[in-house]
């Protein structure tokens, strides 16, 4: 079965740091999202992006992060400056184009800010 | 109340027994999604039902469906050890672009 792959796993980072977290969406998925979880805490929308672009962004998605498709395969989150409350773990999804079945999520990557 | 909240926070329950997990949404919905995670993991789906569905059924699962009451209800027959996780609704709202708001989540846990 198709998979959402992220890497790194695991990443640890220094305060004001910049991270890039990777993902892999499922190849014939048109829509790519990033979303957060707070340890303890929901499922929180960071951002979804559509041809090429931001389709939506939430009030958490400031100037702090960006995402970029760099290929035809990688999806990735930027989160530059890194503050203690960014640690959490951040989830990669891709969907089909109607969002129909549902989104497949990678397994994440865990953040800690340090 | 928060958009997706379920209830109960927690369950506990014995192999072989059924649980049932409640989630209730405010706005109006193009379809709800549950999402079962397991500790420290990714979200894995389970099963999506659209607005005009009342239920659906996956194997040892079934979710209900009541827009008039905004809510919904997921059913595991016949629970295994291996159902232990945290169980998530969401919600695909009607205009809100394609994501998903989520709900605080179930935690199941399935005795031996």
């Known amino acids: 079965e198709p998979e959402v792959t992220q890497t790194p796993s695991h990443q640890v980072t220094q305060m004001g740091q910049e991270v890039i977290l990777r993902c892999v969406p499922i190849s014939n998925h048109l829509y790519f999202y990033w979303y957060r979880q707070i340890l303890g805490q929901k499922v929180e929308f960071l951002v979804s992006?559509?041809?090429?672009?931001?389709?939506?962004k939430s009030e958490i998605f400031d100037d702090q992060f960006s995402v970029e498709r760099p290929d035809g395969s990688n999806f990735t989150l930027k989160i530059r400056s890194t503050k203690l409350e960014d640690s959490a773990m951040y989830f990669c999804?891709?969907?089909?184009?109607?969002?129909?079945?549902?989104?497949?999520f990678g397994s994440g990557t865990r953040l800690t800010v340090v | 109340s928060q958009q997706g909240e379920e209830d109960p926070q927690a369950l506990s329950i014995q192999e072989g027994e059924n649980a049932t997990m409640n989630c209730s949404y405010k706005t109006s919905i193009n379809n709800l999604q549950w999402y079962r995670q397991n500790s420290g993991r990714g979200l894995v789906h389970l099963i999506l039902?659209?607005?005009?569905?009342r239920e659906k059924h996956s194997g040892r699962l079934r979710v209900t469906l009541d827009t008039s009451k905004k809510s919904s209800s997921l059913l595991i027959t016949a629970s295994r050890a291996a159902d232990t996780a945290s169980y998530f609704c969401?919600?695909?709202?009607?205009?809100?672009?394609?994501?998903?708001?989520f709900g605080t989540g179930t935690q199941l846990k399935v005795e031996l």
């Open positions: 039902i659209r607005s005009n569905e």
């Open positions: 992006f559509y041809n090429n672009e931001i389709s939506e």
């Open positions: 999804a891709s969907s089909e184009r109607t969002n129909a079945r549902g989104y497949t």
């Open positions: 969401a919600t695909d709202e009607t205009g809100g672009g394609n994501k998903l708001t």
